[in-house]
């Protein structure tokens, strides 16, 4: 996401650090301490401007979010929406995760979403995709029982690679589309038509197909 120059991004990010985790590694296998309650966690690995998981914690008070993006002029404009949300099931991880291992126990999240991931086109930097086989296994490790991952990309090249790296890691594939939001489209899941990101309405915007890929460990 590109980086725009923000005029005192300090002080925003400051005044708005409530809805920021400090050392999330410290919470790995207790972070239902930080929500103070029992109710499921999902994470968006890199959230962008928030988009997608504020409107999921708005209409899921009863499950908790937790959105990771490691741009901080790009993370601030999440950390606005979950201020004008109000709620307490939104925090946020301000840092690029390189593997969820370090932050989450086993069985400590219900879901995992990567929404239009950066594609890393070229080959030599497969390893560096959020769906790279060791880092599918690497999120479902940290699944309980049922949990998912859900997959969005505009990309062509990522969706393929992804398709055969959830193959590698043995992933059952719950529902699969090349195309999230044509009308003939029927998907069972309406959230992952309905709750769209930034980057998503960008691309919709222009009549590009969105792929989008449900998987289970
Ligand atoms: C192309 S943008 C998409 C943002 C958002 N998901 C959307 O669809 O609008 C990808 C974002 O993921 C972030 N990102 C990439 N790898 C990450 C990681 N390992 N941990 C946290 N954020 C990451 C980048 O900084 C970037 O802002």
């Known amino acids: 996401m590109r ?10 990010l400051t005044a708005l650090s409530s809805h920021v985790i400090e050392n999330p590694e410290s919470y790995r296998g207790r972070w239902r301490e930080v929500f103070g309650n029992d109710n499921p966690i999902y994470l968006e690995l890199g959230c962008g401007k928030g988009k997608f998981i504020s409107t999921h914690a708005a209409k899921y008070p009863k499950r908790n979010f937790i959105g990771a993006e490691g741009q901080p002029t790009v993370i601030l404009r999440a950390l606005e929406k979950a201020e004008a949300l109000g709620g307490n099931n939104l925090f946020f991880i301000c840092g690029f995760i390189r593997d969820v291992r370090a932050y989450f126990a086993p069985g400590e999240l219900a879901g995992v979403y990567l929404n239009f991931s950066d594609p890393w086109p070229k080959s030599k930097h497969g390893r560096r995709r959020l769906t790279y086989h060791e880092k599918l296994t690497a999120y479902t490790e940290v699944m309980r029982e049922g949990g998912f991952i859900e997959i969005k990309t505009d990309n062509e090249g990522l969706f393929e690679f992804t398709l055969e790296e959830i193959e590698a890691a043995a992933l059952r594939t719950i529902e699969m589309t090349r ?12 959230d ?8 998503e309405d960008k691309f ?3 009549g590009k197909n969105i792929n989008y890929v449900k998987v289970q460990g």
């Open 3 to 12: 980086q725009r120059r923000v005029k005192n991004l300090d002080e925003k």
């Open 179 to 190: 195309d999230l939001h044509a009308e003939e489209t029927v998907i069972e899941n309406l």
């Open 192 to 199: 992952a038509r309905d709750i769209t990101t930034e980057y």
């Open 204 to 206: 919709v915007g222009t």
